[in-house]
């Protein structure tokens, strides 16, 4: 019986391999790759022999018993493989205790086992019915995705003329960018034959947003019925259908819409040609970032340094929100990308109005049991709401920011929340959809309530004060805050 090293060995070894059925065979073939220091241990002498007939080093031991490591070299890296549950378990209380240093990777041979191996000691357990499990969906996934990005590309290489790329409301860098990116792929599509034109509405007020657009020289065209007018085809990016946030006609046929912003419930789905809705997506820049890296089309300076500001704008520099997909995209576009430029977008001046925002937002804060609530006021710039929540979220003992301010057409309402058992974007849906447009993830959310029925109002900041105590109760009332007046801070 062979129960020892043919060919003798050094004091330290890479790779101990413990059980050499088909998953550590498998194994030992991967990691022969990278290093010819391996070492198999199994009980099954026929194996054994074979292994040491394709030239590995193998020895017969029992990996049940306490001395299965006598006479070994140090492992830096021991896989406890076997297909026995106990044997795995000994092995790894074993290893553990002679080498406390080496990492441990071990199979668990059911999800029991999992808890018991990590108690042992196992630096890493895998359940690989699991593993195929995750896998099998990321594979279903990426090819789902790249069917989508083969589709896009069909419809595009088939049209000619002018698309309107229609960005929501007041535009932030993930629409602009993302229009940006589908503008790169419809050249590349149609060669040259398509024309593209971005098309927004509202103020870009955000003064990293302006200077985005300053900074990177994006060409842009306001809305009017004179665009719409001469557009052939019609697309929708970061918004999930026309009259949602943005100024599309309901009757205009939008051939392709880009999002990651689950539609209202009452809404019906868009029949254009193209529909890619991705909620778990962190920005619908990185679903356009895909798409170019799965048709493998080249892109300049200007439109990678864009795409990768609009995922970290949209993830809020990769800290709500985020996808590991996320992570890949920003990975791919970053080698692409102006870092000069990068730096002078997100180091913008502050704007007078801005500022007297934040002071407005800090003095009339109010807080009730974790949740705060802050007026804004009066704002010609409607970014600066969202802003204030991102800033009263950082309060110590904040779980959830509510900003809320009132402009020419419409109240807004910013929610940013860190409650993991809250999702408030469905909260401010249930609470305000009815009287405006109300929507969003579970860390972040807004709401956009119309003035219509008070068009003859000529003080907002008094309308403000009218009308907002028996909205925000709604919210309230979802969330169920004790009933009792809120602290100022």
């Not at 069909?154 to 993930?174: C, K, Q, T, V, Y």
Request: charged fraction near 25%; charge should be negative.
């Amino acid at each position: 019986m062979p129960d020892s090293l043919p060919n003798g060995s050094s004091d330290k070894v890479k790779y101990l391999i413990l059980g050499c059925g088909s998953i550590g065979y498998n194994v030992v073939e991967e990691l022969a790759h990278d290093s010819d220091e391996i070492i198999i241990i199994d009980s099954d002498e026929k194996r054994v022999e074979d292994l040491r007939d394709q030239n590995y080093e193998a020895i017969v031991r029992d990996i049940q018993k306490n001395d299965f490591l006598e006479s070994l070299p140090a492992p830096e890296v021991v896989f406890v493989l076997s297909s026995d549950k106990n044997a795995n378990l000994e092995a790894v209380k074993t290893v553990k205790d002679i080498y406390p240093s080496a990492y441990v990777i071990a199979r668990a041979v059911d999800r029991l086992s999992l808890s018991f191996l990590e108690q042992a000691g196992a630096d890493i357990t895998l359940y690989p019915q699991e593993v195929f499990a995750k896998s099998a969906v990321h594979h279903i996934r990426k090819l789902h995705s790249s069917r989508l990005a083969r589709k896009l590309y069909r419809f595009l290489s088939e049209s000619e003329g002018i698309m309107g790329i229609f960005l929501h409301a007041n535009p932030d860098p993930d629409a602009i960018s993302s229009a940006m990116g589908l503008c790169a792929i419809a050249k590349s599509a149609s060669g040259g034959k398509l024309e593209c034109r971005i098309v927004y509405d509202g103020k870009i007020g955000h003064q990293e947003n302006r200077a985005f657009v300053t900074l990177l020289d994006i060409e842009m065209v306001k809305y009017s019925e004179e665009v719409i007018n001469e557009c052939d085809y019609f697309a929708l990016v970061d918004s999930p259908g026309p009259g949602i946030n943005n100024s599309v006609p309901d009757n205009i046929h939008v051939n392709i819409i880009v999002d990651h912003h689950m539609p209202p419930d009452n809404e019906q789905a868009v029949p254009a040609e193209f529909v890619d809705i991705r909620p778990n997506a962190g920005a619908t820049a990185s679903i356009i970032t895909q798409y170019i890296q799965e048709l493998g089309i080249s892109i300049d300076q200007k439109v990678a340094t864009a795409l990768i500001y609009g995922i970290r704008a949209d993830t809020r520099d990769f800290s709500r929100n985020t996808t590991p997909q996320d992570l890949n995209y920003a990975a791919y576009l970053l080698p692409l990308t102006d870092g000069d430029l990068l730096s002078k977008i997100t180091s913008p001046s502050m704007s007078p109005e801005t500022l007297e925002g934040f002071g407005n937002a800090i003095r009339n804060r109010k807080v009730q049991s974790g949740y705060l609530f802050t007026n804004v006021g009066y704002v010609r710039n409607r970014d600066i709401i969202p802003q204030a929540a991102d800033l009263m979220i950082q309060l110590e003992g904040i779980n959830t920011a509510i900003a809320y301010g009132i402009g020419e057409e419409f109240i807004t309402i910013s929610a940013r929340n860190k409650d993991i058992r809250l999702h408030v974007g469905n909260v401010l849906k249930e609470a305000f959809s009815d009287i405006g447009e109300a929507g969003g993830h579970s860390t972040m959310a807004a709401a956009r309530i119309p003035l219509n029925s008070f068009s003859l109002v000529k003080n907002k900041e008094e309308l403000l004060a009218l009308v907002i105590e028996p909205i925000l109760e709604r919210f309230a009332d979802l969330v169920e805050i004790n009933k009792k007046e809120p602290n100022e801070i």
